[in-house]
């Protein structure tokens, strides 16, 4: 395979592009964040704020799940820009003991009003099981949820602006930082879970038990007047000093995060490890080599060193593993080839041999 001649990511990556000099996308758009006037960026994203500010209802949505980036959130909106966020939570249903404390400690700390929805545990079972033959992915219903909640409760609740941590271009070689795009309402449905909860439909599972994963109509959501912003494209956006603040000033909490060296990165999900060991099966790319990657773009690690880290956890099969197989009741030479054969609908992902 190809592989960017910064990082460690290989072109399996969904929609990286290499330049002339062989470097990715995401290498070239971390280069663009470093010559942002961010000033004027915050700027803005406070004029967004004053425009969407009501004096008797809430300013806007704040999706958490308890990960990393929650707690930041909640404390830029709360203490930093005023805000009165209404809190919600869509729940995989796999939420970790450390996932748990820091979703209830984010609320506690921030005395935040809160709304969650988690499916019932069947449900998920059953999703899941056909989610990785639809989308070579064990977590559909994560992808689609995070979407779908966020934008029936925009337009029930008459809640316009929704706010996201991290920005598109921090992780994705589908962004980009020179420019401030606008965000679809219904981007987790395009870029992640690819597909409408119509293809999960059988005898097994009805509309009816998927609706909560289906979205408001486009009519709807204009009337609502939507808007779906990322803090990142306002502010530098660094993680590393995010977390260390919200570890040291909060309580946040990291922990073991299966096949990566990181202890942060979807901490809060107990199948963390399954969703990276499958698109490692799927495009060649576990969290490891994101992260390893990341930390080249830092200049913490030679490239030669995130290779050696990417190798070393990427292969490694996650304990989680065995516990997605038996909700799904299925073996892993079934899992295994519905992956391999869910290639076939990336270009990218079709790349690997």
């Known amino acids: 395979m190809k592989y960017c001649a910064r990082c460690c990511l290989p072109e399996t990556s969904e929609g990286i592009k290499f330049d002339d000099y062989g470097i990715c996308t995401v290498c070239r758009s971390s280069e663009e964040k470093m010559n942002i006037n961010w000033s004027n960026r915050e700027k803005r994203l406070k004029n967004i704020f ?92 994560c992808h689609i949820g995070a979407g ?59 509309k009816k038990d998927l609706s909560h994963w289906t979205f408001p109509n486009k009519p709807e959501v204009k009337k609502s007047k939507t808007m779906v912003i990322h803090l990142g494209q306002y502010i530098f956006w660094d993680e590393h000093k995010n977390i260390e603040f919200i570890s040291k000033k909060f309580g946040w909490r990291s922990g073991k995060v299966e096949n990566t060296y990181k202890t942060y990165k979807s901490v809060e999900c107990v199948m963390a490890g399954v969703h990276d060991y499958f698109n490692f099966i799927k495009r060649g790319i576990g969290r490891a080599t994101v992260h390893a990657s990341e930390d080249v773009r830092r200049g913490l690690i030679t490239r030669e060193k995130g290779f050696q880290i990417a190798k070393e956890y990427d292969i490694q099969k996650p304990h989680a593993l065995k516990y997605y197989m038996k909700i799904t009741d299925q073996t892993e030479t079934e899992i295994f080839n519905a992956i391999k054969k869910s290639r076939k609908k990336s270009k990218y992902a079709s790349r690997i041999k």
């Open 50 to 141: 004053l425009k969407y500010k009501k004096d008797r209802h809430y300013d806007c949505l704040l999706p958490i799940s308890g990960g990393k980036d929650s707690t930041f959130q909640s404390y830029a909106l709360k203490n930093v820009y005023k805000l009165n966020p209404l809190c919600i939570t869509h729940s995989q249903n796999w939420l970790s003991t450390i996932g748990r404390f820091n979703l209830e400690n984010c609320l506690f700390q921030f005395d935040l009003d809160h709304l969650i929805f988690i499916p019932s545990r069947k449900t998920i079972n059953k999703v899941a099981k056909k989610s990785v033959h639809q989308i070579g992915d064990a977590c559909w219903h």
């Open 148 to 206: 779908s909640i966020s934008i029936q409760t925009s337009v029930v609740w008459d809640i316009s602006l929704i706010v996201f941590g991290e920005a598109p271009a921090d992780n994705d070689a589908r962004g980009q930082h020179k420019k401030i795009t606008e965000v679809s309402p219904y981007r987790f449905l395009d870029e992640s879970a690819i597909i409408k909860h119509s293809f999960f439909v059988d005898k097994n599972l009805t």
